[in-house]
């Protein structure tokens, strides 16, 4: 297994050694680059893009199919996930060297006719990039999703652990989360123990009717916290509460604010 996982990484290699060749290529196109560098002629260049093409092929369709059946053991474990992201980049530096060598081909034809002869070799490479760039396509959008996913998650956790420090406790973030933007109720209630004045402003700008509340949170009086009672958008208005309050400044972090959609 770890030396199927090590897959991405030798063709990063690979591709990074097709790289150096391609910039060799065209330097010499369009800068009038030097005929031999590093010890190697730019023919010689094009010669190592001709024999590692089989290869490189080779090492990137397994690359696609490690990553689609490794998928669900990459997608919940973020060293593994890093790896197809580093993985990606090192393809996407591959592929648009490739783009800049065809555009450089048809830029000076005189040269790469020069150099080429009838070999299409740049027409070749950009075959092997469209046919991968498919193959890999899906492998992006779901490793953005992911990212995406674990940010959101981070910042709802974050919120639950804010409104913990201040307001209320017993619930976490994926239930915040459920409550606020699907107003799916928690089995269990959580315990608001801040003002009340702060769970009515909380309440309009989650767009939560004053009954979720009280379906979502238990509510005890200032006087006998062993006494519950029920939160009175009316009774404990939310006029004193201003923009610059604890409770809007949480809010604002997570960018709630639902008072002018009319939920």
Same mark, same amino acid.
């Given at each position: 297994?770890?030396?199927?996982?090590?897959?991405?990484?030798?063709?990063?290699?690979?591709?990074?050694?097709?790289?150096?060749?391609?910039?060799?290529?065209?330097?010499?196109?369009?800068?009038?680059?030097?005929?031999?560098?590093?010890?190697?002629?730019?023919?010689?260049?094009?010669?190592?893009?001709?024999?590692?093409? $089989? /290869?490189?092929?080779?090492?990137?369709?397994?690359?696609?199919?490690?990553?689609?059946?490794?998928? $669900?053991?990459?997608?919940?474990?973020?060293?593994?996930?890093?790896?197809?992201?580093?993985?990606?980049?090192?393809?996407?530096?591959?592929?648009?060297?490739?783009?800049?060598?065809?555009?450089?081909?048809?830029?000076? $034809?005189?040269?790469?006719?020069?150099?080429?002869?009838?070999?299409?070799?740049?027409?070749?490479?950009?075959?092997?990039?469209?046919?991968?760039?498919?193959?890999?396509?899906?492998?992006?959008?779901?490793?953005?999703?992911?990212?995406?996913?674990?940010?959101?998650? @981070?910042?709802?956790?974050?919120?639950?652990?804010?409104?913990?420090?201040?307001?209320?406790?017993?619930? +976490? /973030?994926?239930?915040?989360?459920?409550?606020?933007?699907?107003?799916?109720? $928690?089995?269990?209630?959580?315990?608001? @123990?801040?003002?009340?004045?702060?769970?009515? =402003?909380? /309440?309009?700008?989650? /767009?939560?009717?004053?009954?979720?509340? +009280?379906?979502?949170?238990?509510?005890?009086?200032?006087?006998?916290?062993?006494?519950?009672?029920?939160?009175? =958008?009316?009774?404990?208005?939310?006029?004193?509460?201003?923009?610059?309050?604890?409770?809007?400044?949480?809010?604002?972090?997570?960018?709630?604010?639902?008072?002018?959609?009319?939920?």
């Amino acid at each position: 297994m770890m030396q199927d996982r090590l897959i991405l990484q030798r063709a990063a290699e690979t591709m990074n050694s097709a790289v150096r060749f391609l910039n060799q290529v065209i330097d010499w196109l369009v800068k009038d680059g030097e005929l031999t560098f590093g010890g190697i002629t730019v023919g010689a260049a094009v010669e190592e893009l001709r024999t590692a093409k $089989p /290869g490189l092929i080779d090492i990137l369709e397994k690359c696609s199919v490690f990553i689609a059946d490794e998928w $669900p053991k990459i997608e919940n474990n973020k060293l593994r996930m890093g790896e197809v992201e580093r993985f990606l980049g090192e393809y996407e530096k591959f592929r648009d060297k490739v783009i800049e060598y065809d555009d450089a081909v048809i830029e000076f $034809p005189s040269k790469a006719e020069e150099l080429l002869d009838q070999y299409l070799q740049s027409q070749e490479y950009i075959i092997v990039a469209v046919r991968f760039d498919k193959e890999f396509d899906l492998a992006r959008h779901h490793a953005k999703e992911t990212i995406s996913k674990v940010a959101t998650r @981070n910042l709802w956790d974050s919120f639950a652990e804010d409104l913990y420090q201040h307001f209320c406790w017993g619930l +976490n /973030g994926s239930q915040l989360e459920n409550l606020i933007l699907h107003h799916e109720l $928690p089995i269990t209630k959580g315990t608001w @123990n801040g003002e009340k004045k702060d769970a009515t =402003y909380f /309440g309009k700008r989650c /767009g939560l009717a004053c009954w979720e509340m +009280n379906e979502a949170f238990e509510f005890h009086r200032d006087d006998d916290k062993n006494i519950c009672i029920k939160l009175d =958008y009316h009774k404990n208005h939310d006029t004193k509460v201003n923009e610059e309050s604890i409770i809007a400044k949480i809010l604002d972090r997570v960018g709630i604010d639902f008072r002018e959609k009319g939920k």
